[in-house]
T-cell receptor, first 114, second 114 residues
Framework: DTAVSQTPKYLVTQMGNDKSIKCEQN?????MYWYKQDSKKFLKIMFSYNNKELIINETVPNRFSPKSPDKAHLNLHINSLELGDSAVYFC?????????????FGPGTRLTVL | GENVEQHPSTLSVQEGDSAVIKCTYSDSASNYFPWYKQELGKRPQLIIDIRSNVGEKKDQRIAVTLNKTAKHFSLHITETQPEDSAVYFC?????????????FGKGITLSVRP
């Protein structure tokens, strides 16, 4: 009965590869997010989707492409991975798009680019 | 710009003492201010939040105060326990185009010495 789940938990890959992270929420929320947490623990929003529609797209390289097949799922595909992409990526969901209610985070995916 | 500043960056207290963590924000339109706790290797989780129409909110050993005029809000933890040791993030809702998003502070590492 996990609320927000992500796969995989760990991802180790070589520079230049392409990889995907998947996220699912069973809370019935309309809005989902991708955050990047770097080695200094800074939590930075990357994307936000509301009911499959992209509503927030921060200054993220276009090597990162999110996709939301339905409002319960949000995936992140990363092309041509670079060393600086190494981080923990958190998916989150919330009831609404307004940034004014609780965000529920997934367990995170630790990406290491070698 | 949309800034949420958190200080200090680290805080060490003796078990049983109180801890106070302060945040400032720059967007006067911000109206929602949550605090998230992230234990080592875990996901961030909401511990308390406050909205702009309220000056103070308390939940057992934790409380949050908001000063809208000065644009700062604080987390107060009384009778600290070793399990309070974690990274604490403040956040503020920031208007972003037709939407709002949460902008997080850089986090403070709280250590409670037994």
């Amino acid at each position: 009965d996990t609320a927000v789940s992500q796969t995989p938990k760990y991802l180790v890959t070589q520079m230049g590869n392409d990889k995907s992270i998947k996220c699912e929420q069973n809370l019935g929320h309309d809005t989902m997010y991708w955050y990047k947490q770097d080695s200094k623990k800074f939590l930075k929003i990357m994307f936000s989707y509301n009911n499959k529609e992209l509503i927030i797209n921060e200054t993220v390289p276009n090597r990162f492409s999110p996709k939301s097949p339905d409002k319960a799922h949000l995936n992140l595909h990363i092309n041509s991975l670079e060393l600086g992409d190494s981080a923990v990526y958190f998916c989150a969901s919330s009831p609404s798009r307004w940034g004014t209610d609780t965000q529920y985070f997934g367990p995170g995916t630790r990406l290491t680019v070698l | 710009g949309e800034n949420v500043e958190q200080h200090p960056s680290t805080l060490s207290v003796q078990e049983g003492d109180s801890a106070v963590i302060k945040c400032t924000y720059s967007d006067s339109a911000s109206n929602y201010f949550p605090w998230y706790k992230q234990e080592l290797g875990k996901r961030p989780q909401l511990i308390i939040d406050i909205r702009s129409n309220v000056g103070e909110k308390k939940d057992q050993r934790i409380a949050v105060t908001l000063n809208k005029t000065a644009k700062h809000f604080s987390l107060h933890i009384t009778e600290t326990q070793p399990e309070d040791s974690a990274v604490y993030f403040c956040a503020a809702s920031i208007v972003s185009g037709a939407n709002s998003k949460l902008t997080f502070g850089k986090g403070i590492t709280l250590s409670v010495r037994p």
